[in-house]
């Protein structure tokens, strides 16, 4: 595959239009630009990324294949019926995170995300909505290490990137088990840990986009590293 050189502003074209006639017979009709400005792009990105993480998170890695979600939605229990998607999104996942990764249900531990979309693209970690297994986990890891997940999210420079956690799905009260008076209790109200930042069209369009990502993934590490230690998944110094 050859190496990424950028997304053209095309490629909001095309979801635009999307976004308009969402239906099989306008998506098939213009396949080609999904190929060319979309897809395709994406795609490159993702190995481009890939061979940067290994120099800042080598446990992280990008698959064309895995990385990359699809276009098409899941309706089977959506009052939506649209089938495709109005944007599109990438994860860079744990390597040892097991199969399933690249599913739309698959967690793959913490890791990295890019989303681009006519209406805002973004950046960001963490992991969302993991499955109670793991939220059971982060749960304990954050009555153990209280003190150390505060140093990550409450630092000023985190704080100035990325800002404060995504609040979706947060419990009003801490989970059974735990009072409104535990030292832990505002962080177990949340069932997802993550946090992002927007990119500009400028930065998304532009042919230095894998480096843009690498210096935000970069300072997102230690956040995704405490969350991958709480799910026993490890460190690597190395590929």
Known sequence: ????????PK??????GLTKHNR??????????YEQYLKVPLAQLIEEVDVQLASIAPEIIGSPKKSAFRIHRDVRFSKDKSPYKTHVACWFFHRDAGHGVGGEAAHGGAGFYFH??????????????PPRPALAKIRQALVDDLEGWEELVTDKAFRR???????????????????VDHPSANWLRYQSFTAGCELSVEEV?????????KRHFAAMTPFVRWLNGALG??????R
Request: a negative charge; one cysteine or more; charged letters at 25%.
């Open 205 to 213: 369009t532009s042919p230095k986009l894998p480096q843009t990502l």
């Open 161 to 179: 990137r990325f800002g404060d956690l995504d609040t979706e799905g947060m419990l009003t009260r801490p989970p059974r088990g735990f009072t």
């Open 11 to 16: 490629a909001f074209t095309f979801l635009r």
């Open 233 to 238: 998944l490890p460190v690597s110094t190395r």
């Open 24 to 33: 099989k017979e306008w998506f098939e009709e213009h396949r080609a630009e």
């Open 116 to 129: 681009l979309a006519p209406e805002g693209s973004f950046c960001g970690g963490g992991i969302w909505m």
């Open 1 to 8: 595959m050859e190496g990424f050189t950028q997304f053209s």
